[in-house]
């Protein structure tokens, strides 16, 4: 039976970039970084999770860069995470309080804009 979502994918212009992003500003660790065709595989684990991203783009869906992420990243304390991004230069909001929980939004260097989501 399916037992988790191994990963999602990341549309990205620039795997480079966006790979210095993601381990430097975010703290993801490389799990996978390999050629595949005209571009590279690559694989990223988030610390304490089962599912990672992959920064890939396949061809002919290049119009998903710069778009939103359907989905969320979740963090404990989402005013610590917030400040530690700041400080990393993240592109991010302040934290907004709502019913349901406490969200805000950043962007990576392609413009793709994400959520994380707290307590």
């Not at 975010?26 to 599912?51: N, S």
């Not at 963090?75 to 700041?86: A, E, K, N, P, V």
């Given at each position: ?16 970039r966006a790979l210095v992003f993601w381990t430097e500003k975010m ?93």
């Amino acid at each position: 039976m399916i037992k988790h979502l191994k990963f999602a994918s990341i549309p990205t212009s620039d795997q480079e970039r966006a790979l210095v992003f993601w381990t430097e500003k975010m703290g993801f660790k490389v799990m996978t970084d390999q050629p595949m065709g005209k571009q590279r595989w690559i694989e990223l684990g988030l610390p304490g999770a089962q599912t990672g991203v992959v920064l890939f783009t396949p061809e002919g869906h290049e119009d998903r860069v710069g778009t939103f992420f359907n989905g969320s990243f979740h963090c404990d304390d989402i005013d610590h995470t917030y400040r530690q991004l700041i400080e990393r230069g993240v592109e991010i909001t302040a934290p907004e309080k709502q019913p349901w929980g406490t969200f805000s939004r950043f962007r990576d260097p392609d413009g793709n804009i994400f959520i994380l989501s707290g307590r």
